[in-house]
C-alpha cells in the first residue's frame, strides 16, 4: 500500500523505509535500494545522507520515494520502477514486457565475444528472443564486425529493445517473429545466440515474487512437459541455416544441461561445451556445425 507523507526529515523517511521493507529484503539490498533510487532520482551522491540527515525533504521528493516504496512493499524490481537495468557496462531501458538483464548473461555474451576477437570479414549473426535488446546491441558495440538480425515475438519487447539500439547507436535489423514457427533463416549464418524461455512451470513453486509477479511469463517458461521445447525449435533452424562449423550458443537451464548436450550431441554439432556461470551453475552451451 503506497502512503505519501506531507513532511520528513531525510533520515527518518530512511529509517522509515528500512522498517517497511525489513520483512521482505535483507537490509543490505534495502540500503542499496534507497542509494539507487535517491542517485536515480535526484542524482545525490551516497555522502549526501551522511552529511544532510536533517534534510527536510520536499513534497515532491517525499512522493516520489513513497510511491517506490509501495512499489517495493509489492515486490516490484527496482530496475522496472527506475525504468533501466544495467548491462555489459551499459544502461538499457526495461519494462515489464522484458526480462530484467542478468548478471550471468553477461557471461554468454563474452564467450562469444571472445571467441570472435580477432575475426577478420564480417559474420551474419541471429539473436532468437532478443527481450530488450541488451545481447544483441552489446555484441553489436563490442564487435563491429559482426551484422546482427534480432527476433521477437512480442512487439512491446520490441519496442524496448528498438530503444535502447537507438539509444546507443548500434545497427540491428529487428524482426517480429515466433521462433516457434521458424525452420530455415533467408541466408547462411555464423553465429545463432539465443537466451530462451528454460523454467519449466514446476519451477515457480521456488522462485521470487519479484520475478514470479512482474517479469514476462511469455519469456521466462516452457510448455509444461517439454523443457527443451524452444532448444528442440532453434536447434532444427540452426541445422538448416548455420554455416558448416558455424556457431551456436545458448543460454541454458542448469536442471537440464545434460539432457540438452545429449540432445544436441544426437544431431549435427560437434565440439559440445558446456560453462559455468559466475555463480557455479551449468549455465552457458556452444556448439559447432558439422
Known sequence: MIVLILRMLLN??????????????????????????????????????????????????????????????EHKPLQYITNEAYFYGRTF???????????????????????YLEVQHSLDVLELGTGSGCIAVSLAKEQSLFNIDALEVSEMALEVAKKNADFHHAKINFIQKDMKSLEFWNKPLDVII??????????????????????????????????????????????????????????????????????????????????????GKKRMLKAVKL
Open 12 to 73: 527518518e523517511f530512511r529509517n522509515h523505509f528500512t522498517d517497511t521493507l525489513i520483512d521482505d529484503y535483507p537490509k543490505t539490498e534495502i540500503t542499496s535500494f534507497f542509494r539507487r533510487l535517491t542517485d536515480f532520482y535526484f542524482q545525490w551522491p551516497p555522502t549526501f545522507m551522511v552529511l544532510n540527515p536533517d534534510y527536510h525533504l520536499n513534497q515532491g521528493e517525499l512522493e516520489k520515494l513513497s510511491v517506490a516504496l509501495g512499489a517495493l512493499e
Open 93 to 115: 531501458h526495461v519494462n515489464e514486457n522484458v526480462l530484467i538483464p542478468r548478471p550471468e548473461t553477461e557471461d554468454l555474451v563474452n564467450w562469444v565475444l571472445k571467441d
Open 194 to 279: 539465443s537466451n530462451p524461455p528454460y523454467i519449466v512451470p514446476q519451477e515457480k513453486k521456488e522462485m521470487l515474487p519479484n520475478v514470479l509477479d512482474h517479469e514476462p511469463h511469455l519469456a521466462l517458461f516452457t510448455p509444461e512437459k517439454d523443457p527443451l521445447y524452444f532448444y528442440k525449435k532453434i536447434i532444427v533452424l540452426a541445422q538448416s541455416s548455420l554455416k558448416p562449423s558455424g556457431h551456436l550458443y545458448f543460454e541454458i537451464n542448469p536442471n537440464f544441461s545434460e539432457t540438452l548436450e545429449a540432445f544436441v550431441k544426437a544431431h549435427t554439432f560437434k565440439d559440445i561445451e558446456v560453462r559455468n556461470d559466475i555463480f
